[in-house]
């Protein structure tokens, strides 16, 4: 938050309800903000890592929020290892593990051919052309704020305007929330400044769109647009479409909530079978496959959902999710609709088999760890309990969301990255945390890009 004179950086571990509160929001005054809540892809979750990242500058000082993940990390850090030394010391020594630091302190350390500092525009116009991954960017300096989005658009950024003032945020949603209309999105490739001038925009990049499909899938809202396509409509009609593909004779359709809830409306809707709420999902825990390690996951599943035995006994039981990674959420699933008294378990799932991990902050799983790698959907079927288990097609998915193929990533789904990526040895979640580097991390990574 920046009061015209100063930046005060207010962070912490945890949620955001549990981060702040009516008096540490008190204390933020001031008329330009930016604000992030971390999912932590490069670099471990920790407080140094948390967001916004901050770093002094010739003229000040910047804050920096980033959604997405780097892919050229090792050579960012590289060119941060190279920014002129201040007094003799490094003024650019890094302190946290990950991606977004570099772009802050490669911002905060640009200098001229005659050793000035340049300003922060400048040095965003040098620095955002080297930066290669996904990134929905939002930053600060005492006196404007600053928005950028990667080529590709992987994650989205929207532009909305308040009577008073303009807000950037990384979805439609968030601006309906805060009351702002909205006004366009980001495009990729483009960088815009706001400040006491109004708003101003620039490119540092062609426009080359590959927008993450699983956005429309799970990740965003389903009151977010998304290149003018809304995320629910888009769900039900994959799940339209998979009850097309995919048809069982069944009494009742259920939803893993909530997830799964549009995608389920849609196959009852095509399928003629009554949608009804097999589960009820407990309000206080979190998205599970954003939880990060094994055990809370898997502790996860249980304290999640909660099967209603009055709705679920004696049926047979399509079951709609929209997707399978690891395979655990279904596993655990199909037992507890067994153990209440289902009669059949058809699993549908509304988007394909993940096969290929991401680099564009989803952190899914190496690939030893996704269960479509290795087997076939019939073995993953019965490596579940269920009765049947089939899989929307990855045309289907990309039609539903009437985004053209080839602007649409789905390289989890179909191995066709967006972007040349490094070796594997320089991409990876600790790639920064220097005592792993040359060890799991590394492995990881080259065992993750092996094809099948
Ligand atoms: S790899 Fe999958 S999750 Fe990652 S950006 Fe591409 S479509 Fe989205």
Redesign the pocket.
Known sequence: MSNGSQILVFKDMGLVSQVFDETSLGSLQGHIAVGHARYSTTGASVWENAQPTFRATAEGSVALGHNGNLVNTAQLAELVAELPRENGSRNAKVAATNDTDLVTALLAGQKDEDGKPLSLEEAAMTVLPEVKG?FSLVFMDEHTLYAARDPQG?RPLVLGRLERGWVVASESAALDICGAAFVREIEPGEFVAVDENGFRSTRFAEARPKG????YVYLARPDTDIAGRNVYLSRVEMGRKLAKEAPVEADLVIATPESGTPAAIGYAEASGIPFGAGLVKNAYVGRTFIQPSQTIRQLGIRLKLNPLKEVIAGKRLVVVDDSIVRGNTQRALVRMLREAGAAEVHIRISSPPVK?P?F???DFATRAELIANGMTVEEIGKSMGADSLSYISIDGMIEATTIAKPNL?????DGEY?MDLPDPELLGKQLLETELAAGPASTAAAEALRRP
């Open positions: 996904a992987i993450c499909v699983f956005e290929w991401c564009f902050g989803i990533c789905r390289a989890c789904f967006p």
